[in-house]
């Protein structure tokens, strides 16, 4: 840490990120510490950390991150919770997530690290074999699945390139939506809505996910409103929630969105 800005280096704030995935990974599955790939990469770590005077920090980190792991493990986290929460401050407790969770912000500077989950993994999982499953016995509907994710993946793709400017948060949040209509998901947007202080937003937009289905008694944009989470979570740099009030595809004019911070359970 340097003595006169009191800032963690990048070099340092990566070996204790590392150390605290690496000891969040082992609370979660029980990994055993003093053998295979779980003792080698923890020697790694700390012979790197001793070298720049990080020793006590690093294992501070490690055990919260194994901590926080086995919390996990052994209780029901939500979907409107869990992850994983960085801060470059030491000490040997797991730091405590603020009211509204942040998100991870990839950035060469963020001295935050947090991985917000809309689902348990292994929900996610369980979910992805059973359409695998389904896939195996109808080859049509593999090739749709298959170009489901690929279309998904673009979209990934292009809302991690969304740079978050926190003086400007609705022309980042513009900037997602405009991604949205590059992908061919939404024709045109109106922003009804945008409180940047609540950190609300609300939009009615042209879902050619609705158009393309046709009628529901149900709103059925859910990847939309995914998409629009994750712009959520850019500009404002915390969880956020998005919610279809109501669709195209229920005989409405537009579909209506509105994007909230996520509730803590």
């Given at each position: 840490m340097s003595a006169e800005t009191g800032e963690w280096s990048e070099i340092e704030k990566r070996i204790l990120r590392e150390a605290l995935r690496l000891g969040f990974e082992v609370g979660l599955r029980?990994?055993?510490?003093?053998?295979?790939?779980v003792?080698?990469?923890l020697r790694d770590l700390e012979a790197e950390a001793a070298r720049l005077?990080?020793?006590?920090?690093?294992?501070?980190?490690?055990?919260?991150g194994k901590e926080?792991?086995?919390?996990?493990?052994?209780?029901?986290?939500?979907?409107?919770?869990?992850?994983?929460?960085?801060?470059?401050k030491g000490g040997s407790k797991l730091p405590?997530?603020?009211?509204?969770?942040?998100?991870?912000?990839?950035?060469?500077n963020s001295s935050t690290d947090y991985i917000a989950e809309r689902v348990p993994y292994e929900d996610g999982i369980d979910a992805l074999a059973t359409l695998m499953k389904i896939g195996q016995k109808n080859r049509k509907f593999m090739k749709k699945l298959d170009v489901m994710f690929s279309s998904l993946g673009d979209v990934h793709d292009r809302l991690t390139t969304l740079s978050r400017i926190p003086e400007e948060k609705r022309k980042t949040f513009e900037s997602g939506l405009g991604i949205l209509i590059e992908v061919g998901w939404i024709r045109e947007y109106e922003i009804v809505e945008f409180g940047e202080k609540a950190m609300t937003v609300t939009i009615d937009a042209i879902s050619e996910i609705a158009r393309t289905l046709g009628e529901s008694k149900e709103p059925v944009c859910r990847p939309l409103c995914v998409a629009m989470e994750s712009i959520g979570n850019s500009t404002f740099g915390i969880s956020m929630k998005a919610v279809e009030k109501y669709c195209i595809a229920q005989k409405n004019d537009n579909c209506r969105f509105v994007v909230i911070p996520r509730p803590n359970v």
């Open positions: 029980g990994h055993i510490e003093g053998v295979g790939w003792r080698s990469r005077g990080l020793g006590e920090d690093l294992k501070a980190k490690y055990e919260a926080f792991g086995k919390r996990k493990r052994l209780s029901s986290f939500t979907s409107d919770e869990g992850g994983l929460y960085f801060s470059k405590k997530p603020p009211k509204s969770m942040p998100v991870r912000i990839v950035k060469e």
